[in-house]
């Protein structure tokens, strides 16, 4: 399967994270569309805590860098 067969078959946050790597070249209300996401569900998924372990995920990340 390529990528985008991926994600138009994905669930859960998958679609979020394509949407928010590709939001510049594309905008986000187009690819929402494409993907069949509501663009408010994907303004609720940006304001949602990430886990934990999602943070000391990040935090070890700049700490690498």
Excluded at 7 to 28: C, D, Q, T
Excluded at 48 to 63: K, M, V
């Amino acid at each position: 399967r390529t990528m985008v067969e991926r994600v138009l078959r994905a669930r859960g946050p998958m679609k979020s994270v394509f949407i928010w790597a590709h939001r510049e070249k594309f905008g986000i209300r187009a690819i929402c569309n494409v993907l069949r996401v509501h663009f408010s569900r994907f303004y609720a998924w940006l304001q949602e805590q990430l886990s934990h372990r999602a943070q000391e995920d990040a935090l070890l990340t700049r700490l690498i860098r």
